[in-house]
Each structure stands twice: as C-alpha cells, then as structure tokens.
C-alpha cells in the first residue's frame, strides 16, 4: 500500500542507496513507533529485504522506507531524513506530532 502522509527526504533516499550498494542488493528501511522511551514513545529503525502485506510503502527516488498501520497514527505528517552530523549518522523522523521529544531525538511524546 502506498501513503503519501509520510514522506522520505532526499538525504534518506540516498543513504538507502548506499546501504542497498553496500550490501549487494536492495533494503527498505522499516520505521515504527514504539512504547518507550524517556518521552513515551520512541521510533525504531530496522533495514529490511521484504514488505510485510499491510505496510505502507513511501519511496523516493527509487529508495523505499515501509511503515506498519498501527505506527502510521503517529507519524502523519512526518519526514523521514537522514543526517550526518559531528555527533554521528543517523535516520531520523520529523514529526509535526510530536509535542516534545528528549534530546537524542529518538523519543516524543503526542
């Protein structure tokens, strides 16, 4: 199934092109959130070959990230990046959802 709530950067796209060239052959990157967290929830990142049949797909630029429905009520709206900072690489998700989050960006709060 293919959504357009969710979208995925350029920087992303690329990244998965580099993992995908890395590893011989293509991955997705499955993103979902999680319980948890320092915030209340938190989002896990998971490199995958195959899409589960009720997953949403989001692609550009021929990369693709998957998410699952339940995780999809949160993430509306959202952008997944990748960025590349002095303090390290790293997918990361943009939500307009999130009232706070914790400093490493990884968990929010609704």
């Given at each position: 199934?293919?959504?357009t709530s969710?979208?995925?950067s350029p920087n992303a796209a690329r990244?998965?092109?580099k993992i995908s060239e890395a590893e011989g052959h293509p991955v997705m990157l499955r993103v979902a959130v999680d319980g948890g967290g320092c915030s209340g929830f938190q989002y896990r990142?998971?490199?995958?070959?195959a899409a589960d049949a009720d997953d949403l797909r989001v692609e550009r630029d021929g990369a693709a990230a998957l998410v699952d429905v339940i995780s999809l009520a949160l993430l509306k709206g959202s952008e997944i990046d990748f960025v590349d900072e002095l303090a390290g690489a790293e997918f990361r998700v943009r939500n307009p959802n999130a009232k706070s989050s914790c400093g490493c960006?990884?968990?929010?709060?609704i």
């Open positions: 199934m293919t959504d969710v979208t995925l990244r998965l092109h990142f998971d490199l995958v070959n960006g990884v968990s929010f709060s």
